[in-house]
């Protein structure tokens, strides 16, 4: 079943302005549960803004976003809010990890704002540590990790919540090119545990030719 369906979607910055930029020209794209998708970009091609559509940050000016059968683009934003907190995962190149709390704890927070028991909480982010061999690492800061440890930390916390989508912004690019790949590893190796779908956006086409399928963005447009 598609988890998301991106159709004919357009967006234009500053329209009818001098800065005016057209960012995304008619978008299509239909990621099915389980598939992870590469999506390859030049710098300034639009990459962004799509993920920001997918993950309902951002709404596009034309055309449609479907979350799991059902056009989410004009709900309300707390609605929107909703999705976003229970089924999108977020990933990026920085792990944006909360300095002063434990790597248990960045985990165990995104799932108590969701309503989940503190005790259920920490046995999730005890067993997503472990998948992605962090075990007895738990109680460091983030400062006290490794960039990869830390990033395998932040692909935990993204997933926390059980999301349905994951959206990854460059999720290994801070990463030397042997820690990216081994916390590449680590990531496919979780998300190939849930069935969840996956867009994942890197420069690096070792990367993404491991994914399912490879979407390149250029220009605003997907193109063969
Ligand atoms: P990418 O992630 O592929 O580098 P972005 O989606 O960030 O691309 O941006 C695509 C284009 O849109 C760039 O030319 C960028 O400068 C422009 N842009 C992005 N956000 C805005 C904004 N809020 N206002 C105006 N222009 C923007
Ligand atoms: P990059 O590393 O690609 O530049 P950043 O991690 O610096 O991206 O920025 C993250 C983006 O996510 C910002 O543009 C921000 O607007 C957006 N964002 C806003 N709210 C959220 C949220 N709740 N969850 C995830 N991302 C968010």
């Not at 994951?166 to 916390?183: C, F, I, M, R, Y």
Request: aromatic share 4%.
């Amino acid at each position: 079943d598609p988890v998301l369906q991106l159709q004919k979607l357009a967006k234009t910055y500053n329209a009818g302005l001098p800065g005016e930029v057209q960012v995304l020209r008619g978008i299509d794209l239909t990621v099915q549960a389980g598939e992870v998708v590469a999506l390859v970009a030049p710098s300034g091609a639009g990459k962004s803004t799509l993920l920001h559509m997918a993950g309902l940050l951002d709404q596009p000016d034309t055309g449609a976003v479907v979350f799991n059968g059902t056009d989410v683009t004009r709900l309300n934003d707390h609605k929107r809010t909703v999705i976003r907190r229970d089924e999108v995962g977020f990933i990026y190149q920085f792990h944006h990890l909360l300095p002063e709390f434990s790597a248990v704890e960045n985990i165990v927070l995104p799932q108590l704002a969701a309503g989940t028991s503190r005790k259920m909480a920490e046995g999730k982010a005890l067993d997503l540590l472990d998948k992605v061999g962090l075990k007895g690492r738990g109680l460091h800061r983030p400062a006290e990790l490794s960039g990869g440890e830390a990033q395998r930390v932040a692909f935990c916390r993204a997933l926390a919540n059980g999301p349905r989508l994951l959206l990854g912004d460059e999720p290994t690019g801070n990463l030397d090119p042997a820690t990216s790949d081994q916390v590449f590893g680590a990531l496919m190796d979780l998300v190939r545990g849930t069935g969840l779908a996956a867009v994942i956006a890197t420069h690096n086409l070792e990367l993404a030719a491991r994914m399912d399928r490879v979407v390149r963005l250029d220009a605003g447009q997907i193109v063969p």
